[in-house]
């Protein structure tokens, strides 16, 4: 799984509140992905980083920002939680000369 | 990046081959086509990637025709355990360039 740890792994938070889901990796690998997965829709892309402090958006950004200011550490943050956000988020990395994506096992999040 | 189509579900018995094809008529020249698994309550998991023609290892194959339009994941002798959502992603190596796209996926059911 390529030392992938997602903490927490399950929260329950209110509307409005921030939130913030850590993804942190042994590997040192360069590229770092944010997923959420709900049904009917598969897995969609939040963010991804192609370095420390390299981030860009994915197809589902709106409503969440990300950091990464050390290559084990990639943080989303949803800023103010609507009950729209309540997904599972999956994290993923990969290194730069290897095909495979490796994930975590992912963080189940309740937006009340 | 190109957009692939599979469908929704598809359902098998214990012991037959399953194939399931995957459309990419958009693939580029640098593309690469790759399957992950997931199972319930887990991140994807690698299954395998190719280029084009044939490709095996000890848990699926990969054939891909000459147009690469298309592929097809074949799982020989599935079992119970091969329940499962299968994802086909298109994208240059590495998969997708810097974002890892995919799509809703495959629901395969393996009955008794």
């Known amino acids: 799984d390529a030392g992938i740890t997602q903490s927490p792994r399950h929260k329950v938070t209110e509307t409005g509140t921030p939130v913030t889901l850590r993804c942190h990796q042994t590997e040192n690998h360069r590229y770092m992905y944010w997923y959420r997965q709900d049904p009917g829709h598969g897995l969609r892309l939040i963010h991804y980083?192609?370095?420390?402090?390299?981030?860009d958006k994915g197809e589902v950004s709106d409503g969440y920002s990300v950091s990464r200011s050390k290559t084990e550490d990639f943080l989303l943050t949803l800023e103010s939680a609507t009950s729209s956000q309540t997904s599972v988020y999956f994290c993923a990395n990969r290194d730069v000369q290897n095909t495979e994506a490796f994930f975590g096992q992912g963080t189940r999040l309740t937006v009340v | 990046l190109a957009k692939t189509t599979q469908p929704i579900s598809m359902d098998s018995y214990e012991g037959q081959e399953v194939n399931i094809t995957c459309s990419h008529n958009n693939i580029a020249t640098n593309d690469y086509i790759t399957w992950y698994q997931q199972f319930p309550s887990q991140g994807p998991r690698f299954i395998i990637q190719g280029y084009k023609t044939k490709v095996t290892n000890e848990v699926a194959s990969l054939f891909i025709p000459a147009d690469r339009k298309s592929s097809t994941l074949s799982l020989p002798r599935v079992s119970l355990s091969d329940t499962a959502v299968y994802y086909c992603l298109v994208g240059a190596l590495p998969p997708g360039g810097f974002k890892t796209i995919f799509g809703a996926g495959t629901r395969l059911f393996v009955k008794a």
């Open positions: 980083s192609y370095g420390v402090k390299d981030t």
